[in-house]
């Protein structure tokens, strides 16, 4: 079976579980969700960024990261309190199992980083589907342009990709790709704005799209460059045809606080 062929079959068995969960009443359902997507993402983080570390430390990034994380979808106004809590535990994990002292300053640094990029990054798109007005719609919203915007980039670039986006860190990305993916982005939302999504105006869909296709290839292209540092190709092989969690999420977790952004700032 084609990559793209396990790709769409995966799409097709998981989308209606998601959507399932992000239409439910009960917001706990895709709080849970979002908590158990950032501990898989997590694991598959320490294992290429912390290849070297003790099971214990990478277990206690997880920990600190996803508890990062629940902390602030329950209680958001002490998010500035969880986070200095969340840098002080994982100092204190590193600190306790320093490994090869030469390394254990990148070590801190690595184990911080995934606690933040992740821990962090996962809870505002949680916190937009229980508080928003509409904020199912708006989750929704983000997964159309997110995936919208990959879509369109993959198929762009394929086409018409002539000149690469960052060799270095992802050879296939053209900037052909990326304009492609922020007009596919873009469209997704503007068919759901004429068709199913009328609540969503056209500024909406400009202020969604447009930030989403810039902030989200970023996003692509860290978890990349963490990846062609570790000499891996995906983070993970839970989703066929799409690699890892962290693989089909990188782009989301930098485009999920943007929008919840632009919500809140409506």
Known sequence: MSNLALRVLTAVVALPLVAALIAWREPLGFGGLVLLVGALALIEYTGIALPGASRRLRAGVVVIGVGLAAAIYMHPPLALVWALAALIAVSAAVLFEPGDVPGSGARLGLAAFGVFYIGLLAAPLAILHRDA?????????????????????????????????????????TVEGGIGGMVAGVGVLLLGHFTVARTLSLADCLLVAIPGGVVGPIGDLVESMLKRAAGVKDSGRLLPGHGGILDRIDALLLAGPVLWYVQVMR
């Open 133 to 173: 007005p509409d904020g199912p719609l708006w989750v929704f919203v983000a997964l159309a342009v997110t995936f919208g915007n990959d879509t369109g980039a993959y198929f762009a670039g394929r086409a018409l990709g002539r000149h690469k986006l960052y060799p270095t860190i992802s050879p296939s990305k």
